[in-house]
């Protein structure tokens, strides 16, 4: 065993459970050996054995102006000389507070966390405090962290409450969890026609990008919104990956909807650990110290972490970001399909904003159950013929890809050039 790769691996299992902090990085879904990344600058990070890899991933979605950013670099260097933590409020967790909520419709108050996760859990605690109800609905496939209630698979009948997808998870927990599918607009109506009146709340990921991408329809929209209002439930956009990738004001302004309460992460860390709730003032103002509903955080609005979040939410409203972030993601995902079909590998892709999906299958799926119908050995070949030729891709079919403002049209040639190579080979 001589790969640098191969013994960090080898040392890295006998002190970490499968040798990762987060399982999707150990390669099990695809097989080999996970690469140890020991730098990265704008498009490109570099392994253990200093190979070159085009990124897209980008830190499953932060890195979205690119890796290593003067700007973003500077002002955490900046910060940092500042001290790193003060357990005591900063001016720029207000700035911070100001711009998402400049940025994002629905949100008029925004408490910052450190995760997704936190954010998820907290807005689903608030949504319960303030409606006094213990239900709630979540979709197939739509992943939001790893809060007890939200680790939950779909029951066996439509209003079976779920079961834990994760051991640990006591069935008291996820018996308040109801799953029902992505994109089905009828089985909400029927939900809500016998129940309505129990559900706390919807959580969805409004453009889901963690069953590869699949885009909510309008209708499905509207339908939820539709029935939270009517039944006094609190309608939750999941924007942790989709927020400030599927354009400037997320998915909100995309769909023109408006949710009572959204979860933003990811992005908005710019790489550091950012990640934040907000809605409604009533709604937050039954977060503690004002309101009944408890929730803190040693490390929330941590003045390196927002210095860096900050700088990334003022470079993405330059004017024309999300223009050319859209334009090449585009081109990558046509780029792509033009390449499959040359080969005549049955394959599609579809883009929205810097979020992108490649699925191998003949139509782009809109449900879970489609998604899973797709070819993951095909992709699993796919992935280590372009890993092989430095196109580092989510290792695993049912994740979606990110393009970064550094991904310019040389890189884009590359790696459709490497996925002609991929394609002809499947
Ligand atoms: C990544 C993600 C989370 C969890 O965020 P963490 O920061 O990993 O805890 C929650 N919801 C969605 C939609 C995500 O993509």
Not at 7 to 21: C, D, M, S, W, Y
Not at 158 to 179: C, I, Q, R, Y
Not at 283 to 304: E, K
Request: charged residues 20%.
């Amino acid at each position: 065993m001589t790969d640098k790769n191969d013994i960090l691996f080898a040392r890295a299992q006998k002190t970490t459970p499968g040798g990762v902090n987060s399982p999707v990085r150990a390669f099990r879904s695809v097989g080999g050996t996970p690469r140890f990344i020991t730098r990265a600058q704008g498009p490109y990070f570099w392994d253990a054995e200093d190979q070159r890899y085009i990124d897209y991933i980008g830190s499953w979605g932060p890195a979205i102006v690119g890796h290593a950013h003067p700007e973003v670099i500077s002002a955490v260097q900046a910060a940092a000389a500042r001290g790193l933590s003060f357990g005591a409020p900063t001016e720029g967790e207000i700035e911070m507070a100001e711009e998402i909520c400049k940025l994002v419709p629905g949100i008029e108050q925004v408490r910052l966390v450190s995760s997704g996760t936190e954010a998820t859990m907290s807005a689903l605690r608030l949504a319960r405090g303030a409606t006094k109800r213990d239900k709630i609905i979540k979709f197939e496939g739509c992943y939001h962290g790893h809060a007890d209630s939200l680790l939950v698979k779909a029951g066996s009948g439509l209003l079976t409450f779920g079961n834990p997808t994760s051991a640990g998870v006591p069935e008291d927990f996820s018996k308040h969890t109801l799953v029902l599918d992505y994109n089905n607009s009828q089985q909400l109506e029927e939900v809500f026609a016998s129940i309505g009146d129990q559900i706390a709340c919807i959580i969805v990921e409004p453009v889901a990008g963690n069953m590869n991408l699949i885009r909510a329809t309008q209708e499905f929209i509207d339908t939820m919104r539709k029935l939270c209002t009517a039944h006094g439930s609190i309608l939750i956009f999941d924007e942790v990956m989709c927020g400030f990738r599927v354009g400037l004001h997320g998915a909100q302004a995309l769909y023109g909807v408006q949710a009572d309460l959204t979860c933003l992460g990811k992005v908005i860390g710019g790489g550091l650990p950012v990640a934040a709730f907000g809605g409604r003032a009533d709604l937050m103002g039954h977060m503690a110290p004002l309101g009944g509903v408890y929730q803190a955080g040693t490390l929330s609005g941590n003045p390196v972490a927002v210095a860096a979040g900050m700088t990334t939410l003022k470079i993405i409203q330059q004017p024309g970001f999300y223009e050319n972030l859209t334009a090449q993601t585009r081109k990558l995902v046509d780029g792509l399909s033009a390449a499959a079909k040359a080969a005549g590998v049955t394959f599609c892709a579809d883009a929205v904003g810097g979020m992108f999906g490649l699925y191998f299958a003949s139509e782009v799926p809109g449900s879970y159950a489609a998604m899973m119908a797709s070819d993951k050995d095909r992709f699993n070949r796919f992935f280590h013929l372009m890993l092989d030729q430095g196109v580092y891709l989510a290792p695993s079919a049912f994740e979606a890809g990110f393009v970064s403002a550094q991904h310019d049209d040389t890189i884009i040639a590359e790696t459709i050039a490497a996925a002609e190579k991929a394609f002809a080979q499947l």
